[in-house]
């Protein structure tokens, strides 16, 4: 009888090798980066160099939680980072580099283990994964070098690829759109800067949100308010999410976490834990009512005055750290994110088409705005004039469209490209000015209430007038609006 259970269970292990299956990790395990302690980042690097000097890896941390509990899964790249888990918890995808001189590319791990199985081949390498709905997974490309996150001439934009097909480009910002994470509901949170004319100015960043087709980029929170520098965005299972703020860029600046309501988060910014805490490096969702974070606490229970990172388990409504849940003195232990199978996020049923060059915009009063005006007494407006940003960064004005009696306008803009817009009165003078940062989809179909308006309005029940006639239209290659019917 035992011969043939110890038969039976050879057997399933051979079949398990065979197929390239590994067991699925114990309950409660955790996928953790760590960073090797003192090892300096090299010469000449990328931003992700800086952020996992070589040595870097991520690992699979199972119960205890102790020094032999640790199982590599980065085996055979010179670094890793930046872990997600898949929705089904099957599947570890994260960012690695397989040699001294190799581009950054995302990898993607049986969350048991295994080899690491390279699933991007993006020219100037890859970061920062999340999994979208319909195992989408979405990243960031190219990699900045370091030092030029926000003021490189080819910032790192959002790419989506779906199971077996080419990536596709979901960002058109001026600045690099990183740090995706995707929401229960199926919009795409990512981090970039304030929209600025002045591209070499100070930097402020902030967080927005697309579909998971690169539509209706809008606001999320930061904006207006604390710290210029944000990374790092999770949502948490109470409706809040939490994000690292900093008030310099990069990995060693000292950064506490933040959080604000999903249904407010324009007015709910505040700081997540009511502990001080001397560098926080990541917060995850561990269930509703637990929350999972790497900190840096020297002093507190458990910890010596020079410490290192470690992974801490608390409630969400803790006042005070226990000691840590996880710590290795010769390793940071950076960023740790539960195993654990969740609710596939929504999708969202698309209207883009990949090969149309325009999109539409839409906009039910342009005189709706809370942007102060260039003259303090406007006057409606008569006219909206429309500039692109092309890829080397220059301005090119698209041309000018008639603003109805309403306000309202009706446009056919290119697609693929950041946008920009200028209020002008009857003699072409400037009321406000909104700096290039949207972009249409090819055939997107984009409506806004006015420029700049109030994060509360909602629109009237009226059928615009522009909506009555045939839409204005601005090319690139044809600044000149088509023929149309004179607005009321």
């Not at 909104?434 to 409506?447: C, D, K, S, Y």
């Not at 700049?452 to 600044?479: G, I, K, M, T, V």
Request: hydrophobic share 40%.
């Amino acid at each position: 009888m035992m011969n043939a259970r110890k038969s039976l269970l050879l057997g399933a292990a051979v079949v398990l090798s065979l197929a390239g299956c590994h067991p699925a990790p114990p309950d409660g395990s955790i996928v953790l980066t760590q960073t090797p302690v003192g090892v300096p980042p090299p010469q000449a690097t990328t931003v992700m160099d800086v952020r996992y000097p070589p040595g870097s890896r991520v690992v699979l941390l199972v119960p205890p939680y102790g020094p032999d509990s640790v199982r590599e899964l980065s085996r055979g790249l010179v670094a890793a980072g930046d872990p997600c888990v898949s929705w089904n918890g099957r599947y570890v995808y994260f960012t690695g580099k397989s040699a001294e001189n190799a581009d950054w590319q995302i990898y993607q791990v049986e969350a048991g283990g295994g080899q690491p199985q390279r699933v991007t081949e993006q020219p100037g390498g890859a970061m920062d994964p999340a999994v979208a709905a319909h195992e989408e997974l979405v990243f960031s490309s190219p990699v900045p070098k370091a030092g030029q996150l926000w003021n490189t001439h080819e910032p790192a934009a959002l790419y989506g690829k779906l199971p077996d097909q080419a990536p596709h480009r979901l960002t058109f910002s001026p600045s690099s759109a990183v740090g995706a994470t995707v929401l229960h509901d199926g919009r795409i949170l990512f981090v970039t800067a304030k929209p600025d004319d002045n591209r070499h100015g100070p930097t402020h960043l902030c967080l927005f949100t697309i579909n998971n087709d690169g539509t209706e980029v809008a606001a999320y929170a930061g904006q207006d308010d604390g710290a210029d520098f944000v990374r790092r965005p999770r949502e948490l299972r109470d409706g809040r999410i939490a994000f690292l703020a900093a008030r310099a860029e990069g990995p060693e600046a000292t950064a506490w976490a933040e959080g604000v309501r999903s249904a407010a988060p324009f007015a709910t910014r505040g700081n997540l834990f009511p502990f001080p805490t001397d560098s926080c490096r990541s917060v995850e969702a561990l269930s509703e009512n637990e929350l999972l974070a790497c900190i840096e606490t020297p002093g507190t229970v458990g910890r010596s005055m020079t410490v290192n990172a470690a992974v801490y388990r608390f409630a969400a409504d803790a006042t005070a750290l226990d000691k840590p849940l996880f710590a290795q003195p010769q390793w940071n232990s950076i960023e740790a994110t539960p195993i654990i199978a969740r609710t596939e996020p929504a999708g969202h049923t698309s209207a883009v088409m990949p090969t149309a060059t325009r999109g539409t915009a839409f906009c039910l009063n342009v005189n709706d705005s809370i942007a102060s005006a260039a003259d303090r007494n406007p006057a409606p407006a008569s006219a909206l004039r429309v500039f692109a940003l092309t890829g080397s960064g220059q301005q090119c004005d698209l041309g000018k469209v008639p603003v109805a009696s309403d306000g309202s306008v009706l446009v056919y803009l290119p697609a693929g490209m950041p946008l920009g817009f200028d209020t002008l009165d009857g003699q072409g003078k400037l009321l406000r000015h909104q700096p290039a940062f949207v972009w249409l989809q090819p055939g997107e179909n984009r409506a806004c209430v006015g420029c700049h308006e109030s994060r509360n309005h909602s629109p009237q029940n009226l059928r615009p007038l522009a909506a009555q006639l045939e839409p204005s239209r601005l090319d690139l290659a044809d600044p000149s609006p088509a023929p149309r019917a004179v607005m009321p």
